[in-house]
């Protein structure tokens, strides 16, 4: 402060304490504020105002500024929330003019409200912007050519997803060098960086996100930091301004000014705290480092705010002798609204040491968290979270902290390797919010409400799992008064779904964001099942959820037992049996479960038979051949086990390729792997290891009995197929080996040793893709050496198969080139063609056709395709964006398909991955050509060929294995038994 503004002035108010009530201050400081003005309107020039001689009247220098500090003073204490008059307002502030009113007629609509128990069947009018209308609703005064009428014919209506964790626009796909702008590393405290000033609009997902539900995000910097900066709540949908300011939703409250006004109103602001391994390593060193670099910032703000306290003390009581300047300081005064209470702190933090180590900073400078984020150890620890600061007068940080999870996503390193599918249920049992998040783009938030059903299908209650994705990130965020619930006078952010919400594959019909409509054209399926209206019937879990707090996040995974010679197992009321068979699609369904009545009833059931491994029998329950193995049991005395399988289905297990599944139990743990294969095209390979002619064969560094195997194994999944890591252009030899056994040695651990080799063509690798296509080149046309060499003699006899990871339709295109330029110089005769397989492919379905014709099948890797490189960019999304999808459209040309996975923990979804592709298919896929996807399919495209006959069988009950069943046991006839689960 500039003494030259010192203005000295007698006051008439005796000084006392400081009153602690808001409105006492403000009383107080409203009438000094008068004064002031009074005095610095008429007094511009310094001026000496002769003191009265009443002893406690003084003679101080009040501020020429003393009208501006004593109102910021005053606002010192004000709490976030909306303005007085915001539940008044007509229009949403974010109203586009000319958007006409939409009228949703004959919906049943899930409100959020009754703690998400509440559906209304009726009508929803957006208007302005806002939900106008909620019920029966009659076009009334608005005129019919004015309103567009949308006849939802009874579907579902949910507030937009909220996403609660996303890096959209801060981590923009396609990745490329220049849009990576989610963490800086300039030092463990960046309290001040704002994601907003970082939020690119050209990121691809956005439209992809919507087209999933979801309306809002909150956009958080990385966690590469202790506190990585501010977040960001935008709304996703494009404005015609096209700037990253018109996204956000109302920060500041005035949309054409980025100046926050908090006499308007204080508005909650959001900030990224991260603790345990990603700000560890990147800058801390240690856990203890990382707590003090909290501390000491934390220390700094509230020395920032003590003294700013006690400046407004002094100041409101018209004590300025000696107060120097206002104490502020710009890089501080986010940190030091966390300390009142304004700011929405989100912690990444997973495990119980760093959770209890954020708690306990929380209680030393007393402010609140607003959840745990990934907070995958959350789950056993929830008095810890309920021992957190809150503030008791701000609602609703009177809550413990949040756990802002994934579902099921997790293992992939230490600290995740104890989360559990079960977390969500655990949590709310104990009365924590849960949330539902996407870290997009770790996850595509576009299948946010994915999370949503499996943390339901995993025991969370359904009304719990829909608000984990609307209504409780949005007061999580302290936006509740206006998204997140569908209730007249919030914002028209509105989703009709085609289906029930937590109904596997739910697809948006229309999205509308601030009552704009969002999906010009969107492709909607008509051959949905009607079942998929109704809440989908779910598993009792509450064995396995108990199971994990018994031992503490790491239950045993193996199979309960091992049911083999001499015991017969019975599988009663089973609704389907599918079975592999040597001609396409490769699985066929028995047509035992021939449907007796009309849509609804029950069709026929039947039982099956298991005797060593082996199904003897598959009739009626009062069959001949059923009855005689009975018989035949009993008479001999031996065990008779009977598993009623409530309308379940028999299906062959499945097959997972695409993730490191088999060579690695901690995806980020370099010691829990089998590593990194060395390239030969890059660095070569050691002499020592066979130069040049070496192939790596990843059966030598298979792990048996990891986590992931075993969880994959209990959702049906029975086969792993791995080809080595490497990093470069070529992998080496794959293996198909056994999830369920528990080591090499063991019978039936190994399925196939080797199939096919593996190579990579992508673009930005150390070397061009055209030298990739020469060696690629070389190693088809010229004899090499070594067990390369005879691997692609292999190749070039049709034995052998290569298997290409590629996803540029230009990569792709150049290989179908290639192989016909091999079969050309060989002289090959149709028919007997090279076998030659892409793996990745997402941009396959540009050459459908041309692969159709060459004969070369495609591994999707990712089912549901996201542009996360430039060389992958142009994906077909599928509905609602695309009528087809990608597997669709390379089925219909005769292309093979088979669908993988990426991370090895996501293995155990591959059922619901085929199931959704086929009900995304509008019936061009059938449940047997899917169940193939995922099994036959893979097997051959990745030169694993078996003895039909040997291949392991699923049982599930409550529905078929595509379904939202449970896996009770699996068949082996290899190792003649049946496991149980
Ligand atoms: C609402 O839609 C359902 C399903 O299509 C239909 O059966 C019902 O008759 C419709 N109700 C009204 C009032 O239109
Ligand atoms: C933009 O700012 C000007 C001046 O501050 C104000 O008069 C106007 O109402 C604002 N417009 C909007 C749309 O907020
Ligand atoms: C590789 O094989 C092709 C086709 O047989 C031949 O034309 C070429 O000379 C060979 N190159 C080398 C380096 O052997």
């Not at 919507?210 to 709304?235: E, F, M, R, W």
């Not at 709310?428 to 595509?444: A, E, F, R, T, W």
């Not at 739910?506 to 969002?518: E, F, M």
């Amino acid at each position: 402060m500039k003494s030259a503004s010192f203005l000295p002035v007698p006051l008439d108010t005796p000084a006392r304490e400081p009153a602690r009530r808001r409105d006492a201050v403000s009383r107080r400081f409203r009438l000094l504020l008068s004064f002031v003005v009074l005095l610095a309107t008429f007094q511009c020039s310094r001026v000496l105002l002769q003191a009265h001689t009443d002893d406690h009247r003084r003679a101080v220098n009040v501020p020429l500024d003393a009208a501006g500090i004593l109102e910021k003073c005053s606002l010192l204490e004000t709490k976030p929330g909306p303005p007085p008059d915001f539940y008044a307002r007509t229009q949403n502030d974010r109203f586009v003019s000319g958007t006409k009113p939409t009228l949703i007629k004959n919906a049943t609509v899930w409100t959020g409200e009754a703690d998400g128990f509440e559906v209304v069947h009726g009508d929803i009018l957006l208007d302005r912007g806002l939900i106008k209308q909620i019920g029966d609703i009659s076009t009334g005064s608005y005129s019919e050519d004015f309103v567009y009428h949308v006849d939802a014919q009874g579907k579902w209506v949910s507030p937009g997803i909220v996403d609660l964790h996303s890096h959209l626009g801060v981590l923009s796909v396609p990745e490329l060098s220049g849009a990576s702008d989610g963490n800086s590393h300039k030092g463990p405290i960046l309290a001040w960086l704002r994601a907003l000033d970082a939020l690119n609009t050209r990121d691809e997902a956005y439209r992809l996100s919507i087209s999933g539900g979801v309306t809002t995000s909150l956009i958080l910097p990385g966690s590469a930091n202790a506190i990585g900066g501010q977040a960001a709540v935008i709304k996703l949908r494009p404005t015609a301004e096209r700037s990253p300011t018109s996204m956000l939703l109302e920060n500041p409250y005035e949309k054409n000014t980025t100046v926050y006004d908090p006499k308007v109103a204080v508005r909650f602001r959001q900030m990224k705290h991260a603790c345990g391994e990603n700000p560890d390593r990147v800058y801390s060193g240690t856990r203890m480092d990382t707590a003090w670099a909290f501390r000491q910032a934390y220390d700094k703000a509230r020395q920032i705010k003590e003294a700013q306290d006690e400046f407004c003390t002094k100041a409101t009581r018209g004590d300025w002798a000696g107060l120097g300047a206002y104490p502020e300081d710009l890089q501080w005064e986010a940190l030091v609204d966390v300390l009142r209470g304004r700011v929405k702190v989100h912690t990444h933090c997973y495990e119980t040491v760093d959770l209890d180590d954020l708690v306990r900073i929380t209680n030393e400078f007393k402010f609140s968290i607003a959840a745990f984020h990934h907070a995958h150890e959350t789950y056993l620890v929830p008095d810890t979270l309920k021992s957190a600061y809150g503030e008791p007068t701000v609602l609703p940080s009177c809550h413990p902290p949040a756990a802002a999870l994934f579902a099921s996503h997790g293992r992939y390193k230490r600290e995740a390797y104890r989360g559990s599918e079960f977390a969500p249920r655990i949590l709310s049992d104990n009365g924590i919010q849960v949330v539902l998040k996407s870290d997009h783009p770790v996850l595509d938030s576009r299948f946010l409400l994915w999370e949503a059903q499996q943390a339901y299908y995993h025991g969370l209650p359904h009304n719990l799992a829909l608000a984990a994705v609307t209504t409780t990130p949005a007061t999580i965020m302290g936006q509740s008064h206006r998204i997140g619930f569908l209730k007249e006078g919030y914002d028209a952010d509105v989703v009709l779904w085609d289906s029930h919400p937590l109904a596997l594959g739910a697809t948006p019909q229309q999205v509308w964001i601030d009552g704009v409509p969002q999906l010009a054209h969107p492709a909607i399926l008509s051959a949905k099942p009607s079942a998929l209206q109704s809440l989908p019937k779910v598993p009792n879990f509450d064995k396995e959820a108990e199971e994990v707090l018994q031992y503490d996040g790491l239950p045993p995974l193996e199979p309960k037992a091992s049911l083999g010679e001499g015991r017969t197992v019975v599988f009663a009321n089973v609704s389907n049996v599918f079975v592999r068979s040597a001609t396409a699609p490769g699985v066929r369904q028995l047509p035992i479960a021939v449907e007796t009545g009309t849509e609804g009833q029950e069709g026929q059931r039947v039982s099956v038979i298991v005797r060593a491994g082996k199904i003897t029998c598959i009739g009626a329950p009062d069959s001949v051949c059923v009855r005689d193995a009975l018989y035949a049991s009993y008479g001999a005395d031996e065990p008779v086990d009977v598993f009623d399988l409530e309308g379940g289905s028999i299906s062959p297990g499945l097959t997972t390729f695409g993730s490191h599944l088999g060579l690695e139990e901690i995806q980020g743990e370099a010691s829990t792997k089998d590593g990194v294969a060395p390239d030969a095209l890059n660095r070569g390979v050691p002499s020592i290891a066979g130069g040049s002619g070496a192939l790596v064969r990843a059966v030598d560094g298979l792990v048996f009995a990891t986590r992931n195997a075993y969880t994959a194994y209990r959702a049906g999944v029975t086969t792993g197929i791995v080809s080595p890591q490497s990093n470069g252009f070529l992998s080496g030899l794959n293996t198909a080996f056994s999830l369920a056994t528990p080591h090499k040695l063991a019978d039936g651990a190994i399925v196939q040793r080797a199939g096919a080799v593996h190579v990579s063509i992508h673009l930005g690798s150390q070397q061009s893709v055209s030298t990739q296509i020469a060696a690629l080149r070389h190693l088809l046309l010229n004899q090499t050496d070594g067990d390369l060499g005879e691997w692609f003699d292999g190749i070039r006899k049709g034995n052998a198969t290569l298997v290409v990871d590629a996803e540029s339709a230009d990569v792709i295109a150049t290989v179908v080139e290639l192989k016909k330029e091999v079969e050309s110089v060989l002289g090959l005769a149709q028919g007997n063609t090279l076998k030659v397989t892409i793996a990745g492919g997402k941009e396959a379905h540009l050459l459908a056709q041309e692969l159709g014709n060459a004969g070369v099948g495609v591994i999707l890797t990712e089912p549901r395709p996201f542009p996360k490189q430039w060389e992958a960019r142009r994906i077909l999304p599928g509905p609602p964006l695309s009528h087809k999808s990608q597997i669709v459209t390379l089925v219909e040309h005769n292309v093979t398909v088979g669908l993988g996975t990426v991370d090895a923990d996501k293995a155990r979804n591959i059922r619901f991955d085929a199931g959704w592709a086929a009900l995304e298919s509008d019936k061009a896929i059938s449940k047997a050509e899917a169940i193939a996807l995922v099994s036959t399919n893979i097997e051959k495209l990745l030169g694993i060929e078996r003895d039909e006959d040997e291949v392991e069988l699923v049982a599930t009950s409550g529905g078929d294995l595509l379904a939202f069943s449970k896996v009770i046991g699996v068949i082996s006839p290899r190792r003649g038994v049946v496991d149980v689960f």
